[in-house]
Nanobody, 116 residues
Framework: QVQLVESGGGLVQAGGSLRLSCAVS????????VDWYRQAPGKQRELVAS???????FYADSVKGRFTISRDAAKNIMYLQMNSLKPEDTAVYYC??????????WGQGTQVTVSS
């Protein structure tokens, strides 16, 4: 079993920064990738960034160059550093872990609101 707990969301002005954290616990050895998704009101959940067990990364075009996904392996925490935030980045951000068995585990989400 894998458990994920997000934190770090909040209200920030456009152009500001936030760092989201995803604390990972449980069967960490079974995880092959950890992703950040977001869902804005009335929109589908979308992939924002991904970090695989081989340390490769992926970013959605909308956040490339502004967001950075990283890992603190010693603390079992995944981060999403978000810079130059825009109002359109407003959403609930979710951490997701994919396991070797093909399971997808979700955190509870953290709200990010960017004011103009």
């Amino acid at each position: 079993q894998v458990q994920l707990v997000e934190s770090g969301g909040g209200l920030v002005q456009a152009g500001g920064s936030l760092r989201l954290s995803c604390a990972v616990s449980g069967s960490i050895f079974s995880i092959i990738a950890v992703d950040w998704y977001r869902q804005a009101p009335g929109k589908q959940r979308e992939l924002v960034a991904s970090f695989t067990s081989m340390s490769s990364t992926f970013y959605a075009d909308s956040v490339k160059g502004r967001f950075t996904i990283s890992r603190d392996a010693a603390k079992n925490i995944m981060y999403l550093q978000m810079n130059s935030l825009k109002p359109e980045d407003t959403a609930v951000y979710y951490c997701n872990a994919e396991t070797e068995r093909g399971d997808f585990v979700w955190g509870q989400g953290t709200q990010v609101t960017v004011s103009s």
